[in-house]
T-cell receptor
Framework: DAGVIQSPRHEVTEMGQEVTLRCKPI?????LFWYRQTMMRGLELLIY????????DSGMPEDRFSAKMPNASFSTLKIQPSEPRDSAVYFC????????????FGPGTRLTVT | AQSVTQPDIHITVSEGASLELRCNYS??????LFWYVQSPGQGLQLLLK????DTLVQGIKGFEAEFKRSQSSFNLRKPSVHWSDAAEYFC?????????WGAGTKLIIKP
């Protein structure tokens, strides 16, 4: 299996620009998580999808952040407009039916907003 | 709400020496406990898990962890570390559908 795929791996953008991060979960997995990791705040859960439906988005920082999962094999996390404080590593993780705790992480997208 | 504490921000161990990383949790019932590892520049990978039964669990890469209810602990151990074990280690507890994460412990290996 190819594992969780994320793109791009690195993104540098200017403040105010729109940023879109992409994720392809492992085939057969029905849960998908978006995380943000920073030195200051550690690993934060942003949003959780189950069977393509957003179940909990309470971790999304503010309205500038949005996430979609149009089908079982693709999800996006969009930041519009981006701000320097959004600079972080964003991870996507997926898990198979039966457990949401055994999560498989992608390699992450390192976002730098200048 | 549950919480997870990893008291050591970083630990330095000589290659070939034994390792123990500490993890304490707060939870009323029997918890679901996990250790994940994050190598530099990579995502997290599940090392091992505890759901119930035998309190000593074996994981990948030669790691093991022991659940001690009386101490609310789930410490990670390895008898002999290798340079490739240098990484950040995260303890987590399952709550509802999500994992509650510790802050992580960075393991540094001395040659």
């Amino acid at each position: 299996d190819a594992g969780v795929i994320q793109s791009p791996r690195h993104e540098v953008t200017e403040m105010g620009q729109e940023v879109t991060l992409r994720c392809k979960p492992i085939s057969g997995h029905n849960s998908l998580f978006w995380y943000r990791q920073t030195m200051m705040r550690g690993l934060e859960l942003l949003i959780y999808f189950n069977n393509n439906v957003p179940i909990d988005d309470s971790g999304m920082p503010e309205d500038r952040f949005s996430a979609k999962m149009p089908n079982a094999s693709f999800s996006t996390l969009k930041i519009q407009p981006s701000e320097p404080r959004d600079s972080a590593v964003y991870f996507c993780a997926s898990s198979h039916p039966g457990t949401t705790y055994e999560q498989y992480f992608g390699p992450g997208t390192r976002l730098t907003v200048t | 709400a549950q919480s997870v504490t990893q008291p050591d921000i970083h630990i330095t161990v000589s290659e070939g020496a034994s390792l123990e990383l500490r993890c304490n949790y707060s939870y009323g019932a029997t918890p679901y406990l996990f250790w994940y590892v994050q190598s530099p520049g990579q995502g997290l990978q599940l090392l091992l898990k505890y759901f119930s039964g035998d309190t000593l669990v074996q994981g990948i890469k030669g790691f093991e962890a022991e659940f001690k209810r009386s101490q609310s602990s789930f410490n990670l151990r390895k008898p002999s570390v290798h340079w490739s074990d240098a990484a950040e280690y995260f303890c987590a507890v399952g709550e509802d559908y999500q994992l509650i994460w510790g802050a992580g412990t960075k393991l540094i290996i001395k040659p």
